[in-house]
């Protein structure tokens, strides 16, 4: 095998990879190549190509990784060679990592690192909630409902190394099962694109690894107080007079949810979803806010929630954005909207939104978000992203960005999360509430998430562990009613009662149950100030210093950010909370 010197290799022309990388190319002996890319001081990247073509995948396609802005010096924090036969070798300058990868290529792939002996191996999100620390074990990265939630192909060593695997297609984490001195990604679809990093400890991996996927998202103040989901059956007057019991109980609460009850047609998954109008009124001739149930419980001090389910082709969309053609939709409507209907008077126009408007595009023209803007105008404050569809597979399904359902099921959770989440902040202006049941590898940028319909107790609490070893900290689980769920329910990244389909509500609770959530509330919004500053701080911007000040109902919370990414609370006003 002859080195190449140092090239410039043309990648795939989209919007992540625009302009032209550095890396070294290496002639394999089966006439394969292997490119290793210096992406930054920490961080390396290995591919193969695939019949002389680099390929991308999902999640650079539609920029979910960083490409530019990496810290990039002549002396790395890392030592690479590469072998005749292929093999690389790594050893780390900032920590005692040393290993090597060794890369196949066919229709589909394996990787294969070396593990030393006591070596601790940690990540891979929600694929499995037997234990926090993966070695042995074997894990498929697919979502799948109460199985595989949020699997995140990507894991982090106790000797200083980590590493993302960027593909969306199916694939397994055998670490240390099938061999034991080996961690093997195995794939029967796709190429190998494999992001290596290393770090001094723990906290640093992790650094580099939401720097590489994006950083956790900083919810709004109110999303890190206490979030109750009411029954699915309730209608706009008795969800008042929850909110109210609530106010009258003093106990602390920001937002109150609906479930899937509260739409005309129960799971509507089309644009054009609205109200069950025989439970949720809204005067024919307003939707402001101020006449409807939404203006009650904003009065009261309540942001309103609601459930949410998607069967969308979202790639549709994401592929006009790439054309640089992000308003293009609006031209595709194949009709008229219909009249809106007029009094029995004929002179009265009624305000109500024109959603029939949106049967009138082709699936996946328009931006999944944009049909939700006539709720948002009413007032409507969060989204719930239900696993439903995002767990289901599609296998008889081309999606209209030319890719199969096996590559485009574990991508889906993304798009999905990212629509919504920078839909609805590019529409207010504000930072969004939207959580979420399913997820991948950059989840942490665009959503908080729960642990899905599993209920509470230790194994849903191992998955909120298993995320946070993922970047992931806006995470919670189901509160249960006993002493040890109330305990660890209230002390999760983020926190609500789901009551879906039962009785759930604390006055309806035995007595000490109903203080201990008086309780338990009333101390989380006490610790909201180091909540919301732990927050910030996951979420900072390296290298950026900034001063910010968030006012939350009568408390200001001011912080300043130094060029180290630090964050110190500076003042913090609270005054006569319950």
Not at 159 to 175: R, Y
Not at 458 to 468: F, H, K, N, R, T
Not at 528 to 537: R, V, W
């Amino acid at each position: 095998m002859n080195r190449l010197q140092v090239m410039t290799v043309a990648m795939v022309s989209t919007a992540l990879f625009a302009a032209e990388v550095r890396a070294e190319i290496h002639e394999l002996a089966n006439g394969g190549k292997l490119s290793v890319e210096q992406v930054s001081d920490r961080v390396l990247r290995l591919r193969r190509s695939v019949g002389g073509t680099w390929k991308e995948s999902g999640m650079s396609r539609y920029g979910f990784l960083k490409t530019e802005g990496w810290k990039k010096s002549a002396t790395p924090g890392y030592d690479v060679a590469v072998a005749a036969n292929g093999r690389v070798t790594v050893k780390s300058k900032v920590s005692k990592a040393s290993f090597t990868v060794d890369t196949e290529q066919g229709k589909g792939y394996s990787i294969v690192l070396s593990l030393k002996d006591g070596e601790r191996i940690y990540g891979i999100g929600d694929s499995s909630r037997k234990s926090l620390q993966r070695r042995p074990g074997r894990y498929d990265i697919w979502v799948a409902n109460g199985v595989c939630n949020m699997p995140i192909p990507m894991a982090i060593s106790s000797e200083g190394w980590g590493l993302l695997n960027n593909s969306t297609w199916k694939q397994a984490f055998d670490v240390g099962k099938k061999d034991p001195n080996a961690l093997r990604i195995e794939a029967d679809e796709g190429w190998v694109d494999l992001f290596l990093f290393v770090g001094e400890d723990y906290r640093a991996l992790l650094d580099t690894y939401t720097e590489l996927t994006g950083r956790p998202h900083l919810l709004p103040a109110w999303g890190y107080g206490f979030m109750f989901v009411a029954n699915q059956s309730i209608n706009d007057f008795a969800l008042c007079s929850d909110a109210r019991t609530f106010r009258q109980e003093k106990i602390p609460c920001d937002t109150i949810g609906l479930e899937p009850g509260w739409m005309r047609e129960f799971y509507d998954m089309k644009t054009t979803k609205w109200w069950d109008t025989n439970k949720f009124h809204i005067p024919m001739w307003t939707t402001s806010k101020h006449l409807t149930f939404i203006g009650a419980l904003d009065r009261m001090g309540f942001k309103l929630s609601l459930w949410t389910c998607c069967d969308y082709d979202l790639t549709r969309y994401e592929e006009e954005v790439l054309a640089g053609k992000p308003e293009a939709w609006k031209l595709k409507r194949t009709g008229v909207c219909p009249e809106e209907p007029r009094d029995a008077y004929r002179w009265w126009r009624y305000d109500f939104p024109r959603h029939f408007d949106e049967t009138n595009f082709p699936e996946g023209a328009q931006p999944w978000f944009e049909h939700y803007k006539k709720f948002v105008k009413m007032g409507v404050r969060a989204f719930k992203l239900d696993g439903c569809n995002q767990y289901g597979e599609h296998p008889d399904r081309t999606w209209a960005n030319g890719m199969s359902d096996k590559e485009v099921h574990n991508l889906y959770t993304l798009l999905y999360g990212r629509q919504m989440s920078k839909g609805y902040e590019a529409f207010t202006g504000e930072r969004a509430m939207v959580n979420s049941a399913a997820g991948y590898a950059g989840v942490q940028h665009y959503v908080a998430t729960w642990a899905g319909d599993t209920g509470g107790g230790a194994p849903a609490l191992m998955s909120v562990q298993c995320l946070a070893f993922g970047g992931h900290c806006n995470t919670s689980s189901d509160l249960e009613l006993t002493p040890s769920g109330l305990h660890y329910g209230f002390l999760q990244g983020w926190t609500f009662l789901d009551n879906w389909d039962g009785f759930l509500v604390p006055w309806y609770c035995t007595p000490e149950q109903c203080a201990a959530i008086k309780r338990y509330s009333t101390l989380r919004y006490s610790l909201l100030p180091y909540i919301y500053s732990t927050a910030a701080e996951a979420a900072r911007m390296a290298g950026i210093s900034r001063s910010a000040f968030y006012k939350y109902k009568d408390a200001v919370f001011a912080y300043h950010e130094g060029a180290s990414g630090q964050i110190v609370t500076l003042s913090m006003v609270l005054r006569d909370r319950p």
